[in-house]
């Protein structure tokens, strides 16, 4: 007993942050595409970082609520109603059993993130709860959600007496605004064995996203990029954010549902922190790829893990505030 789908959406699939340690065997890591809004939308709930979320793409599920528990949009700006009242985004809120959330249509972005407090209550695959849907394993099913589907949820930590009145700073959500979206990465493995000319285009030059983007890699077209020699690659390890360049000279960056080698040469290699932005990315967006270092990688990443740490403890004070209880050890 939990949520009762009355529409499916387009498509919207249980994710975490990934299948990890398998790959060694052929498994893709898949979970979410963008990580920062899916763990602050947990955050908001009062959960840890890895439990289950909907994933949303484009156009979003209705959901009828069979218990009372909380609940949190994060991601892109879909629109929201509960009850045909709507409702705040990157904020908590309470829903009460029979209530329906209804999420629209994405404006700005392209995907969003409902996280459930307590956790979605699907069954563990290879320590994870997420789909692959391309081998059909993993959350529900193995498959987007449909209609008259019934998803049961794990027991609810935060369950206040009254609506939640705080939620993410608008500066914070502000990577899925625009629509030329500037991309940092660092030289790939085979980043010197092509042109010149090909390199500084890639720097320089815009590149479109295609609609062939999907959820293992985005297809992009723009400047075409060559080689300057005549070599077999052999199949190597790649990850989320590789960019990858096949016969066709249109570059591919590798994304949640990637396979775990590849065979065409790796120019670059897109910054951790920069991946949420690229999840934003609808077809027709514009990427502009900007140099970095591995230091300034480093750098970020840190940044970013300590903001983020920051920002749970922050919740977690607001939630104690209302609970009187510490749920979290920090």
């Given at each position: 007993?939990?949520?009762f789908v009355?529409?499916?959406?387009f ?6 942050l990934?299948r990890w ?11 979410v ?12 709930v ?5 439990e289950?979320v909907?994933?949303i793409?484009?156009?979003g ?7 009372g ?10 629109s929201?109603?509960?009850?045909d ?27 969003g993130y ?5 956790g ?7 320590n ?9 394993i993993?959350?529900?099913?193995g498959?987007?959600?449909?209609k ?11 369950l ?11 500066s ?8 030329e ?5 660092v ?7 092509f ?5 500084e ?5 815009v590149y479109?996203?295609?609609?062939q983007?999907?959820r293992m ?10 080689r300057?020699?005549d ?5 190597e390890?790649?990850?989320f ?6 016969a ?6 590798l ?9 065409y040469?790796r120019?670059?290699q897109?910054l ?5 932005i ?9 990427i ?7 230091q ?34 920090l």
């Amino acid at each position: 007993m939990g949520i009762f789908v009355l529409d499916g959406g387009f498509f919207t699939t249980v994710q975490d942050l990934g299948r990890w340690g398998v790959q060694k065997d052929g498994v893709p890591v898949s979970g979410v595409m963008d990580d920062f809004a899916s763990r602050l939308a947990n955050f908001l709930v009062g959960n840890e970082a890895n439990e289950a979320v909907l994933e949303i793409t484009m156009l979003g599920p209705t959901l009828r609520f069979e218990i009372g528990t909380v609940v949190a949009i994060c991601g892109g700006e879909f629109s929201g109603k509960l009850n045909d009242q709507s409702v705040p985004l990157w904020q908590p809120f309470m829903v009460q059993p029979g209530d329906i959330l209804a999420i629209g249509a994405c404006r700005i972005g392209y995907r969003g993130y409902v996280a459930v407090s307590g956790g979605l209550h699907v069954p563990l695959l290879m320590n994870s709860r997420s789909t692959y849907t391309k081998a059909a394993i993993g959350g529900f099913y193995g498959r987007p959600l449909q209609k008259d589907d019934e998803l049961s949820l794990r027991p609810a930590p935060c369950l206040p007496e009254w609506q939640p009145s705080w939620g993410i700073a608008f500066s914070i959500r502000q990577y899925i605004n625009s629509q030329e979206k500037v991309i940092r990465a660092v030289e790939g493995p085979d980043f010197h064995t092509f042109t010149k000319e090909s390199i500084e285009h890639f720097f320089t030059e815009v590149y479109e996203v295609t609609t062939q983007s999907d959820r293992m890699g985005y297809r992009l077209r723009g400047q075409k990029l060559q080689r300057s020699v005549d070599q077999e690659i052999v199949s190597e390890a790649v990850t989320f954010g590789t960019v990858q360049v096949p016969a066709s000279g249109d570059p591919i960056v590798l994304m949640a549902d990637r396979q775990t080698t590849g065979g065409y040469p790796r120019i670059a290699q897109v910054l951790a922190v920069d991946l949420p932005i690229l999840a934003q990315a609808r077809p027709g967006d514009r990427i502009r790829f900007q140099p970095s270092s591995w230091q300034e990688a480093q750098r970020l990443y840190i940044q970013r893990e300590r903001e983020m740490m920051y920002s749970r403890a922050i919740i977690c004070q607001k939630w104690r505030e209302i609970n009187g209880a510490n749920r979290f050890k920090l």
